[in-house]
């Protein structure tokens, strides 16, 4: 987990935003979304500057309470949240035939936890593509990702992905599920969640082949969601348990009443707390995954 601390956590508050400037940031931010009454085709032609105020919003919370690698894990009985998430990156490396010398492309590569693990599991030169001045994104809108992937992949080479979905268990006429939907969009940045058909559907239409897609969510021992789960508790992971985040709100409105963390630090930790309880209800009912994975490669003829 991340050895990032309080000081740690303050002064990376807002990122490459000025700090006299982060709670016009949040302002703007929270109005794209539709938990604040948003429409998706504002935050799709504005996509840019929503994800570039959310990673610089966010990204110092992520650190301190998730570490330096951004993403869920299939996890066992008896595994720490890191190993599972080690053992996830080794996967998808061992999925790619990942060899000692090959150069790798980490499109949306976070602050680089995967990346540096990936490179030194499987002794490659992995390199990251960033579109925010504090943070590697997660990528643009995947059927336009795909297209672009499909270009610099050489022909018989192939893109593994984990993407974060709706499965066919979300309704689009349920005021809950939409309500979810609406948290996790809101708290993680993202303009849409598309459903795992069309994910496949765009990497398909971009020219792939597809070798094999599951949601690695639906076999888990332990449930992804566990833990953002109020009801657990964990030492190891302690900042990311219900205490252990009512810490971390009540630090951060300290900070921010002292002055030592910009205006507005208090609602982003919000919002976050909001995303937490969507994903969380979300998994539970089924009807999100964050690890939706596929496997394409590109044809060796066009």
Same mark, same amino acid.
């Given at each position: 987990?991340?050895?990032?601390?309080?000081? @740690?956590?303050?002064?990376?508050?807002?990122?490459?935003?000025?700090?006299?400037?982060?709670?016009?940031?949040?302002?703007?931010?929270?109005?794209?979304?539709?938990?604040?009454?948003?429409?998706?085709?504002?935050?799709?032609?504005?996509?840019? @500057?929503?994800?570039?105020?959310?990673?610089?919003?966010?990204?110092?919370?992520?650190?301190?309470?998730?570490?330096?690698?951004?993403?869920?894990?299939?996890?066992?009985?008896? /595994?720490?949240?890191?190993?599972?998430?080690?053992?996830?990156?080794?996967?998808?490396?061992?999925?790619?035939?990942?060899?000692?010398?090959?150069?790798?492309?980490?499109?949306?590569?976070?602050?680089?936890?995967?990346?540096? /693990?990936?490179?030194?599991?499987?002794?490659?030169?992995?390199?990251?593509?960033?579109?925010?001045?504090?943070?590697?994104?997660?990528?643009?809108?995947?059927?336009?990702?795909?297209?672009?992937?499909?270009?610099?992949?050489?022909?018989?080479?192939?893109?593994?992905?984990?993407?974060?979905?709706?499965? @066919?268990?979300?309704?689009?006429?349920?005021?809950?599920?939409?309500?979810?939907? @609406?948290?996790? /969009?809101?708290?993680?940045?993202?303009?849409?969640?598309?459903?795992?058909?069309?994910?496949?559907?765009?990497?398909?239409?971009?020219?792939?082949?597809?070798?094999?897609?599951?949601?690695?969510?639906?076999?888990?021992?332990?449930?992804?969601?566990?833990?953002?789960?109020?009801?657990?508790?964990?030492?190891?992971?302690?900042?990311?348990?219900?205490?252990?985040?009512?810490?971390?709100?009540?630090?951060?409105?300290?900070?921010?009443?002292?002055?030592?963390?910009?205006?507005?630090?208090?609602?982003?930790?919000?919002?976050?707390?909001?995303?937490?309880?969507?994903?969380?209800?979300?998994?539970?009912?089924?009807?999100?995954?964050?690890?939706?994975?596929?496997?394409?490669?590109?044809?060796?003829?066009?």
């Amino acid at each position: 987990m991340s050895k990032a601390g309080a000081l @740690d956590l303050a002064s990376g508050l807002g990122g490459k935003i000025n700090k006299a400037e982060v709670k016009s940031a949040v302002d703007e931010y929270e109005k794209y979304h539709g938990y604040y009454g948003g429409k998706e085709e504002a935050r799709k032609s504005n996509y840019t @500057d929503m994800v570039n105020k959310y990673y610089d919003l966010a990204t110092s919370f992520y650190e301190y309470g998730w570490g330096e690698s951004f993403h869920f894990a299939h996890r066992w009985s008896g /595994e720490s949240l890191r190993e599972s998430i080690k053992r996830h990156e080794h996967f998808l490396a061992l999925q790619l035939g990942l060899k000692p010398g090959m150069k790798v492309l980490d499109v949306g590569c976070g602050i680089g936890g995967p990346l540096r /693990e990936i490179s030194r599991f499987s002794s490659t030169s992995v390199i990251g593509l960033n579109n925010n001045d504090y943070q590697i994104t997660r990528g643009k809108e995947l059927n336009r990702l795909a297209g672009e992937i499909y270009r610099v992949l050489k022909p018989g080479q192939c893109f593994a992905v984990y993407e974060w979905c709706i499965t @066919d268990h979300y309704d689009p006429n349920n005021a809950t599920h939409k309500r979810i939907k @609406d948290e996790i /969009e809101l708290g993680n940045g993202l303009p849409d969640i598309r459903s795992t058909r069309q994910c496949l559907q765009a990497v398909k239409d971009a020219g792939f082949e597809v070798v094999w897609d599951k949601d690695l969510a639906e076999d888990s021992p332990l449930p992804w969601y566990l833990p953002l789960d109020p009801s657990r508790f964990s030492l190891s992971s302690f900042r990311l348990t219900s205490v252990g985040r009512m810490v971390t709100r009540t630090m951060v409105k300290a900070l921010e009443y002292i002055g030592l963390a910009p205006q507005g630090s208090e609602r982003v930790s919000n919002f976050l707390e909001k995303a937490a309880e969507g994903l969380v209800e979300g998994g539970k009912k089924e009807i999100f995954t964050p690890m939706y994975f596929f496997l394409v490669r590109k044809p060796l003829t066009e």
